[in-house]
């Protein structure tokens, strides 16, 4: 009889690790998952500087799709600015310099379209027609100094034009220092605004 009560005590015991097992078992695979999902599908990153008034401002946090690097227009996303990418007189991309930081901008085209900037009106003009861009403030020029392209430019294959919402201190595919954006340096969309107004990108 004792033997019978010592064996059902060490059965219960060994179900109790057992059971503990399994929990810290899903517990790590479920931890081990939350981090590849972050390190491969969604990033965060914050916003600095005024480039993209009024859409973002200054300190917003973002939460980044890092899956989704071939973008269309009107999408924001994240940009390692490594290299830009400027084109030759028969409209061929060459790489020059970036400015080694990263930036948050909004594509205005994808490869095959034409860009086209009327200073004096500050509009911009994709595939001939003029764009109602809700999201800006401030005039659309051509940099004076350091400017990327001489317009209208058709965007390359591999390549996007990018620009800053806050388009009168936007350093951008306007100037040399940005250019053309490789698709290689997109690092992702940004899908959510996750402080100061919480919310869906627009």
Not at 38 to 51: N, P, R, T
Not at 82 to 87: M, N, Q, R, V
């Amino acid at each position: 009889m004792r033997e019978y009560v010592r064996f059902s005590k060490n059965r219960k015991l060994h179900g109790a690790i057992g059971i503990l097992f399994d929990i810290a078992s899903y517990a790590l695979c479920t931890l081990f998952c939350i981090i590849l999902v972050c390190i491969y599908v969604l990033h965060f990153a914050a916003v600095q500087g005024d480039s993209m008034l009024p859409t973002l401002q200054s300190g917003n946090r973002l939460l980044v799709n890092a899956l989704d690097r071939d973008p269309e227009c009107g999408d924001v996303v994240i940009i390692t600015a490594l290299e830009a990418g400027l084109l030759r007189e028969d409209g061929s991309p060459y790489p020059a310099v970036g400015l080694d930081k990263v930036i948050v901008k909004r594509v205005i085209a994808v490869a095959g379209q034409e860009i086209d900037i009327d200073s004096e009106t500050g509009t911009v003009y994709r595939d001939g027609m003029a764009l109602e861009e809700a999201y800006a403030v401030g005039s659309t020029t051509e940099p004076i100094l350091d400017g990327a392209f001489v317009y209208p430019i058709t965007v390359p294959e591999g390549y996007v034009y990018v620009l800053g919402d806050n388009r009168e201190v936007s350093m951008d595919s306007r100037y040399a220092e940005v250019g053309l954006v490789p698709l290689y340096q997109i690092e992702g969309k940004v899908i959510l605004r996750l402080n100061d107004k919480f919310g869906k990108i627009e």
